[in-house]
C-alpha cells in the first residue's frame, strides 16, 4: 500500500467523523471536536507519519469511543461500521507500508555438496626384474 492509499483512508475517516455533524449542525458559532473527531485526527495525524504505535493507539480509542457512542445512543450501527471499517483500513495500510516484508523463500532445493571422494589406492612401483618382460 502506498503513503497515497493510507492518505485516502484516513481521509474518509475524517470525512465520515468530522464532515458528518458538522453538516447537520450548521449553526453561527462552531460545536467544540468531539471524542470521536478527536480520535479521528489522531489516527489521521499518526498514519501520515506512517507512525504504526501510535496509529494502533489512536484506532483503540476510537474503537472505543466508537462503542461508547453506540452504547449511549448518539451514533447508529451504520455509522458505527463505517467508522470501524475505515479505521481498518488505515491500519491496515499503515502496518504494510511500515513493516519489511516477508523473506522469500526459494522453491528450488539448496544444493547438497558433493560426496566425500574415497581415497585413491596407493601406487606400488613393480619391483624390476621380476615378471615378464621387462
Not at 470525512?15 to 479521528?40: E, I, N, W, Y
Not at 498514519?47 to 452504547?71: I, Y
Not at 467508522?83 to 544444493?111: F, K, M, R
Amino acid at each position: 500500500m502506498t503513503g497515497r492509499t493510507s492518505r485516502r483512508a484516513a481521509a474518509a475517516v475524517a470525512l465520515v467523523v468530522v464532515v458528518g455533524p458538522s453538516l447537520a449542525a450548521c449553526s453561527a458559532t462552531p460545536p467544540r471536536p468531539t471524542a470521536l473527531q478527536t480520535d479521528v485526527l489522531a489516527v489521521s495525524q499518526a498514519a501520515a507519519a506512517h507512525d504504526l504505535a501510535a496509529t494502533t493507539a489512536a484506532t483503540g480509542r476510537l474503537n472505543a469511543d466508537v462503542v461508547a457512542a453506540r452504547q449511549s445512543g448518539t451514533l447508529d450501527a451504520a455509522r458505527a461500521a463505517t467508522i470501524e471499517s475505515a479505521a481498518a483500513a488505515v491500519l491496515a495500510d499503515v502496518t504494510a507500508a511500515v513493516q519489511p516484508p516477508a523473506p522469500t523463500t526459494s522453491s528450488t532445493p539448496a544444493s547438497a555438496p558433493p560426496p566425500a571422494r574415497a581415497p585413491a589406492p596407493a601406487h606400488q612401483p613393480k619391483e624390476k626384474g621380476k615378471g615378464g618382460g621387462d
